[in-house]
C-alpha cells in the first residue's frame, strides 16, 4: 500500500528500528556524539513482559563510564564483580583469583529501558511509540523507509538505518542478511509464580517440597527428563513480596504447541515431567515460553544499514553483547553522519563486534552441552549437540572423549589461568578489539577497556569512567613533563580531550592512553617508555578526522 502524506514524513541522518534496550543505548550513544536519530518502536509502551532480569559483563562497568550504573545500582539487588558464578552446571570460585573477572548488575530489564529511556529524554531525544517499521528499500544515497504510525502511515528517507529490531528483525531480513545457526529442541517454560512458602522448609540453599523432596535454589539443576531453577523473586528485586518465585523448566518437548498462549497447567505439566512431583504453583504473574534459539547474523553491516543486539546474534542472556554493540556502534556512526570518519571507521564495527559476538555464541554453546552432560553418563555425552561438542573442544580440548567429561572440566577450572579465561569469556572482556598497530609491539591493553584508574589533575581528583560519560575520545597523559600532550600534532589537537593527570592507581599500568568514546584503548606508551609519544600520531588520525562537521539537518 502507498505511504500516505503525514507530518512524521521527512529526511533523518538515522533512524533505529526498535526502542527496546538495544535502541535505547543506541540512541544516547548517538545523542552523546551530536545526532538527532529517529527511534522507531511499534509498541505503545515500555515492554513489561519478563526478559532479562540482570546483565552480565563488561555492559556494567561500561555503564559506569557513561554515568548510568548509579542510578540502575538503586533499583538493582546486586551491582559489582561477583564472587561466583555458575558456568552451565559448574559453579566458579572466583574468590581464589583475588580479582573476580565478572561483573552483574541484577536488575530487570523492564528498569534498565526505564532509565535509558530517561536518559535519551535528558539528552534531548525521544522515541516515536507506536511507529512500526513495515518495509525499507536501500538506494545508493539512502534508505527509503514505510512506516505505520498511530496517525496513519507515512515515508522517511534516513541516510543510515539501525536495526535494534529483536531476534525476528524485518530490517535483517528485509537487507538480505543471512542468520545461520541452530535451534534448539528443547523448550524453556518461565513462570513468576506463587509457592506456599510456609509448607516449604529452607535449609542451605535448599527447598524441601512434600511430594517432591529436596530441591536447590538458584542456578540451573539437571534432572533425568531435563533442568530446573527455582529462585526467589526477592533475590532479584529488593521490592518483590516473599514467597514469590521464578521457576524455570528446560526439556525436549516436541509436542508443544508453540502457537498457543502459555498457561500455569502447561507450566504444571512442565514441572512435574522434570521433577517428578507436582510443584504446587498459584498467582501466575508472569509466562513465558522459549525455543532456544544460537544464531549471528553472517555481517553486521549492508551497506547504509546496520545490526546491533539480538537482531545480530540470539544466543540467551545476550544484553551484554547487545548493550556494547550500542557503545561501539554509536560514535562511529555519529562520525559517519557528521563527515568526519576515518577510512574504515564505520565498517571497523563489522570487525569488531562479530568477533564479540562469536565468543559470548562459543561460551553459551558449552556452557549448554556441560549442562546437557548432566553427571557424566555415557547417554548425555551422546546427546551433545555439533555444535557444542565443537564448543568444547575449542574451549577445553577433547574433553568428551574422557569417561567423566563433567568431572575433567571441573578439574581443568581448578587451574587459575583457564578459570581466568573463562571468566573474561562471560565477560566478554577476553576479546580484544582488533586494531591497526600503530606501534610495532602494541602495548597490552590497546584494543581492551581502559582500566579505571585513579588519577589526580590539575582540578582535582577524578577517574577514568568519569572522563568518559560524553563519550569523547581522550587522551591521558600520565608522564611528568606532560610529553605526549606537548607532542600531539597540530592538525589532531581537538579531536579528543586531553588531559594530564598523576597516576594515583599503583602500578600506573601506562604512561599514556588514547582512549576510544566507546571506553576502549586505541594506543597506549608503557611506564618508562623512552619515547613516549612514538604512535600516538599515527593512532589519532587511524580513529579520528579533523574535518569539520557538516550541519545536521532537521
Ligand atoms: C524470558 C527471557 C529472559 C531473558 N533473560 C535475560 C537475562 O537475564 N540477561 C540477558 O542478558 N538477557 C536476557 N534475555 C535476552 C534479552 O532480553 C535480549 O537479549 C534483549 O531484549 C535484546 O534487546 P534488543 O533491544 O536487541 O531487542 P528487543 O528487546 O527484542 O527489542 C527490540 C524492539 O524492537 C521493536 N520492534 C521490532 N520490530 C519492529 C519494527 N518493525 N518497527 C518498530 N519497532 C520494532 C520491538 O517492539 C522491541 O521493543 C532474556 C530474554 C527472554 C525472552
Redesign the pocket.
Known sequence: MPAQPSARAGQADIVI???????LMLACELRLSGTDPIV????PGI?ET???????GQIVPMLDYRGLLDRLREEATFAGPVPRFSFGPLELDFSRLGTSPVHILAVP?RRLEKVLEARLTELGGTVRRG????ALSPHDDAITLDVRGPGGDYRLRARYLAG???????VRKQAGIGFPGTTSPEISR?GTVRLPTAKLTWRGGMVKIPGIGRLKLMGQVRTPRGTYSLSPLTVLDKNAAAGVFIVYTGEDDPTADLSAPMTLDELRASARRVLGGDLPMTDPQRL?R?VANTRQADRYQAGRILL????AHVF?????T?LLDAVNLGWKLAAQVQGRAPDGLLESYHAERRLAGQHAILQARAQGALTTIGQGGSDEVAKVSPEGAEALRELFGDVLEHPEPLQHVRELLREPGQLRHIGELIEGSDVRCPMPASDAQPHPLVGRLAPDLQLETRHGRTRVAELMHAAQGVLLDLTADSAVAEATAPDQAGLVTVITARCLTEPAPAAALLIRPDGHVAWAAGPGTPDPAAGMNTALRTWFSPRTPPQIRP
Open positions: 528500528a526498535g526502542g527496546g534496550p538495544v535502541g522507531l518502536e511499534q509498541l515492554d519478563p526478559k532479562g532480569n540482570g546483565l552480565v530489564q511507529h512500526e517499521l513495515t535494534c529490531d529483536g531476534a525476528h528483525s524485518l518461565i513465558t522459549l546491533a543486539g539480538d537482531a540467551g542472556v545476550s544484553l551484554n547487545g
